[in-house]
């Protein structure tokens, strides 16, 4: 129960607060309770390191054939590191909640709660079919929650846009895991052979790639503060952990060179639009869309270390960005230490990012480091930039701020320095060097040059808004042709045949997750 427990308490108390909503909206501790639970979500989690590896089989899901699914989680060297990441940040999520507008809100915590706890159970899959169920079940709460966030606003479409994409990506784990189950191996992501791995690594790239088709949500929305911090954050780690998941070399040398190609375009284009973002709200899935295209390419060069120290680097340094809004001089300087972070400098949580263990070429290389040192630019640009919020906040918000954002700092300098296999590691220091570098000196460019200055209204090009837009008009066609198809089938099931076509479904699918031969 150690695996679960963190993943519970959130699930739980998310599920107490709700309740507690509905039932008596003035119950006045809901903020104390979910620090409480969170806070001990947090202590389970740093107490479990000292047990990895640990495994667990869902005991609502057993099944004895060979090559049959067995829903099973596992907390290894490289998930560990995620968790805490994830949890982490839920809790400076409720800590800062005080110092922003809408407080109290117990709504916001329990969503946020929700996200994390879901997303920790992705973290913990270790077979397809169970990373297939946590997606689903975080993918329907992400699209629900933007449709409500967006009603009535164009952007809404979108949020189908999305759906439709995470689906692919559904059926992509699905095809791996009907291929490799076919010759009777184990089902979990270890024993993917050689030449199958494309499947699960389009299906994380995928995961990744459309999260900046929602944009950037309207100024008072609430999806542009902790909860669409959780949700955006919680998404990406859940896709992000398929990338360390992944055997090293089952992804074949010619498809693993495409990719990269593709990767570095797509991370020279996110680290542009990051630099050029008004805020770092505003330029938040692009930051996220930079770091994603250099996890990608870390797995595709044999290191799923590397892909696990962006993808802790960006919840831990990211989030801390993303939360800040009250103007405070020193904790905002503070912040700077995600740029440490993701600086790829020695003894960093990036610092073995560019280790290369696979035959991919280090000629593409410098350009992932022109995108860093545009990712790194933007991040110090955004930290440094005064805050709308003024600087007079009451003593105690503001302490409960800092203690909030100190929680992602610290973690950082944590995973730096102890708890897994990344931690105290020199890396590849020229890379390093180079990067902290350039950025300098792209920083002090920034106001001399008006091309790098950011312009709000004319932020996005015209050729990104007319490719968003061909995006949605897909995904809509996508969604209409699945509102057409499941039509079809409830007139099917509703007939008078309807009985019989259950039946055969029934053992159809039954016969295919337990993997038993008719």
């Known amino acids: 129960m150690l695996l679960l427990a963190p993943a519970l308490l959130l699930l739980l108390t998310a599920f107490a607060l709700a309740a507690l909503r509905m039932l008596r909206p003035q119950f006045r501790f809901g903020w104390l309770t979910a620090v409480a639970m969170t806070s001990a979500a947090w202590i389970i989690t740093c107490l479990s390191q000292s047990q990895l590896p640990l495994s667990q089989s869902l005991p609502f899901w057993r099944a004895e054939a060979p090559g049959a699914a067995s829903l099973q989680l596992s907390a290894v060297g490289l998930s560990w590191p995620y968790s805490l990441s994830l949890v982490s940040l839920v809790l400076a999520t409720l800590l800062t909640a005080p110092g922003r507008e809408g407080f109290p809100n117990t709504t916001r915590w329990a969503v946020s709660m929700g996200l994390a706890g879901l997303g920790l159970l992705a973290l913990a899959a270790n077979d397809p079919p169970t990373l297939v169920l946590v997606w689903a079940a975080l993918d329907l709460a992400e699209v629900g929650l933007l449709l409500k966030a967006l009603n009535g606003v164009p952007l809404s479409g979108r949020a189908v846009s999305v759906f439709s994409v995470r689906v692919v990506c559904i059926a992509l784990v699905l095809l791996e895991y009907v291929l490799g189950s076919r010759g009777g191996r184990a089902a979990d992501f270890a024993s993917v052979v050689s030449g199958e791995g494309w499947l699960l690594l389009a299906a994380a790239m995928l995961r990744l790639a459309v999260l900046p088709v929602g944009l950037v949500p309207p100024s008072e929305s609430s999806l542009r503060g902790g909860v669409g911090t959780t949700m955006q954050l919680a998404s990406a780690a859940a896709g992000l952990i398929l990338l360390s998941r992944i055997p090293p070399g089952s992804v074949a040398s010619p ?3 495409i990719l990269l190609l593709v990767c570095a375009a797509g991370g020279l284009y996110s680290g542009w639009m990051w630099l050029r973002a008004p805020d770092q709200l505003t330029g938040r899935a692009f930051g996220i869309l930079c770091i994603a295209s250099m996890a990608v390419a870390a797995s595709l060069r044999g290191n799923p270390g590397g892909a696990t120290a962006w993808g ?7 989030g801390a960005l993303f939360l800040s809004s009250v103007q405070h001089f020193w904790l905002n300087r503070a912040i700077l230490i995600g740029a440490w972070s993701l600086s790829s400098l020695p003894f960093t949580i990036t610092a073995t990012a560019w280790n290369n263990y696979s035959e991919a070429p280090d000629v593409i290389l410098p350009v992932f480091l022109v995108a860093q040192t ?4 933007g991040f110090i640009r955004h930290a440094i930039r005064p805050r709308q919020a003024p600087d007079t906040t009451p003593a105690r918000p503001v302490g409960l701020y800092a203690a909030g954002i100190g929680v992602l700092l610290l973690g950082q300098v944590f995973l730096a320095t102890w708890g897994w296999s990344g ?6 220091w020229p890379a390093g ?3 902290a570098s350039m950025s300098l000196v792209l920083l002090w460019l920034t106001p001399r040059i008006p091309a790098l200055t950011p312009v709000p209204d004319l932020w996005l090009p015209a050729a990104w808004s007319k490719l968003v837009s061909s995006v949605e ?3 809509q066609r996508v969604f209409d042709g699945m509102q057409r198809g499941a039509g079809t089938v409830a007139e099917l099931l509703e007939g008078e045949s309807g009985i019989i076509w259950s039946l055969l479904l029934l053992v159809l699918f039954v016969s295919l997750i337990v993997g038993r031969k008719p």
């Not at 545009?374 to 630019?377: D, E, G, H, I, R």
């Not at 931690?423 to 590849?428: C, I, M, R, T, Y």
């Open 255 to 257: 498809v693993a060179t």
């Open 312 to 318: 802790t680097a960006l919840i831990l340094a990211g």
């Open 374 to 377: 545009l990712l790194l630019a």
């Open 423 to 428: 931690a105290l590691q020199p890396g590849v």
């Open 433 to 435: 060097l180079a990067v």
């Open 473 to 475: 008009q897909e995904g």
